[in-house]
């Protein structure tokens, strides 16, 4: 595997590592039982996306489908303000820090694709930032679902 993709699997593990630690520490201060275990289950998330990362293999990665129109994107970061610290967050307060830390994801590695010249590297930071975007999307219609509900 070359350098570049290795230094991007890398970047890519510790920030699941980051997120991770960030949830399980919030769950421990959430001021209700719901929140704690929206906590637990990113901080699980988290951990399987270490999980794929470490076992991705360099001959997955040459190529990556074109599949960004199948992922939804409520924009939900750019209506809603996030809070900036999760200790204490209310449940909705919760998703809006998670999905916006999501979105951040979407954009460093979109952004990191164009600096390399390496298509493997490009291929690798391209499906990254989608599996961010499919769990943005995934917290995106929870907080719609808990947020809007109909009568």
Known sequence: MNEQVSEILETAMLKEVASAAIYR?????APEPAVATL????AEEEGHHLAVLKNLKPENIKRTPALPSRI???KLTDHLKAPSELPGAELTETLLFAIKREAESVNFYTSL?????DESAKNLCQAIAWQEMAH?????????RIVYIED
């Open 25 to 29: 520490q919030a769950a421990t201060l």
């Open 39 to 42: 906590l637990e289950e990113l």
């Open 72 to 74: 939804a994107d409520l």
């Open 113 to 117: 694709m164009g600096l390399f010249s």
């Open 136 to 144: 943005k999307a995934k917290l995106e219609l929870l907080y719609d």
